[in-house]
């Protein structure tokens, strides 16, 4: 079973700022199947980048996402304020599927 | 537009049962793998069961083997998440999602609470 530790858990950041959130798997994962996602109090999760660098419809070119094995990097370059919000990896390719314990940025 | 909507949370108490269905539109729902993903509350995401297109395989979070069945009715463009034995640590907002290459699609959640 693969386990997703993302670092760190909270990121105090400003507006303009460059966020870099990292998650690492205990054992090598396809890098064609791994996701990260932002989500907003009281929504559902957002994709944002699948197969670990490729952007979702519609996300920003402010988001890239890179890495490969067992570390992973979702870089965010000149935040904005909607951006401050809860992000999560995900592994996807065997059962069991894992998600990261989320890394929390939020307005320094 | 592709659209997941659950529905079927509640209030139960421990040790009751309850069935979350997730009604699929605006894509070929037979043609997708589909999973079930909880949220107890402030807490993170958690994967729950996988189901394939035509039902012959599905996984479970060891945390629900034998309490919880996924399942589907491709007829009717529709995934269930039968849930038995409920637990105060199954509460949580549950997802549906569709399992394909990029998860790139999810329900806006229906509420579980499992409290005496």
């Known amino acids: 079973e693969i386990v997703l530790t993302q670092s760190p858990g909270t990121l105090s950041l400003s507006p303009g700022e460059r966020a870099t959130l990292s998650c690492r798997a205990s054992?090598?994962?396809?890098?064609?199947?791994f996701a990260w996602y932002q989500q907003k109090p009281g929504q559902a999760p957002r994709l944002l980048i699948y197969?670990?660098?490729s952007r979702a419809t519609g996300i920003p070119d402010r988001f890239s996402g890179s890495g490969s094995g067992t570390d992973f990097t979702l870089t965010i370059t000149r935040l904005e304020p909607e951006d401050f919000a809860v992000y999560y990896c995900?592994?996807?390719?065997?059962?069991?599927?894992?998600f990261g314990q989320g890394t929390r940025l939020e307005i320094k | 537009e592709v659209q997941l909507v659950e529905s079927g949370g509640g209030l139960v108490h421990p040790g009751g049962s309850l069935r979350l269905s997730c009604a699929a539109s605006?894509?070929?729902?037979?043609?997708?793998?589909m999973s079930w993903v909880r949220q107890a509350p402030g807490k993170g995401l958690e994967w729950v069961a996988t189901?394939?297109?035509?039902?012959?395989?599905?996984y479970y979070v060891d945390s629900v083997k034998g309490r919880f069945t996924i399942s589907r009715d491709n007829a009717k463009n529709s995934l269930f998440l039968q849930m038995n034995s409920l637990r105060v640590e199954d509460t949580a907002v549950y997802y549906c999602?569709?399992?394909?290459?990029?998860?790139?699609?999810w329900g806006q959640g229906s509420l579980v609470t499992v409290s005496s």
């Open positions: 189901i394939k297109q035509d039902g012959s395989e599905k």
């Open positions: 605006g894509f070929t729902f037979s043609f997708y793998w």
């Open positions: 995900q592994h996807y390719r065997y059962s069991p599927y894992a």
């Open positions: 054992q090598s994962v396809d890098s064609n199947y």
């Open positions: 197969g670990a660098s």
């Open positions: 999602a569709r399992d394909d290459d990029t998860w790139g699609y």
